[in-house]
């Protein structure tokens, strides 16, 4: 697995969109105690639920190749001239 310029800037958007698809599919916001793990894995499973992302194989389903495939997925909802790709 490579190192994606911006991962890390990449990740927190992805997860503020995820977050915002979630609340208006009807899941309940995130409370203050949940863990940022905890909520990526939540948002990676419902957009795999919802066929917005494809699910990774079981045998490599951990919390690093679920923030990575986050990463690729907000990376191709992105337009081409966002600072993030840059």
């Known amino acids: 697995m490579s190192k ?6 990449l990740l927190k958007k992805a997860m503020q969109i995820g ?3 979630a609340v208006k599919s009807g899941y309940h916001a995130f409370k203050a105690t949940d863990s940022a793990d905890d909520k990526m894995e939540a948002i990676y499973r419902l957009l795999c639920h919802h066929q917005l992302l494809t699910p990774l ?3 490599q389903e951990n919390r690093l190749n679920m923030k990575h495939r986050l990463v690729k997925w907000i990376m191709g909802k992105l337009p081409a ?3 993030l790709l840059q």
């Open 4 to 9: 994606i310029k911006n991962e890390k800037a």
């Open 19 to 21: 977050e915002a698809y």
């Open 81 to 83: 001239d966002h600072p």
């Open 57 to 59: 194989p079981e045998d």
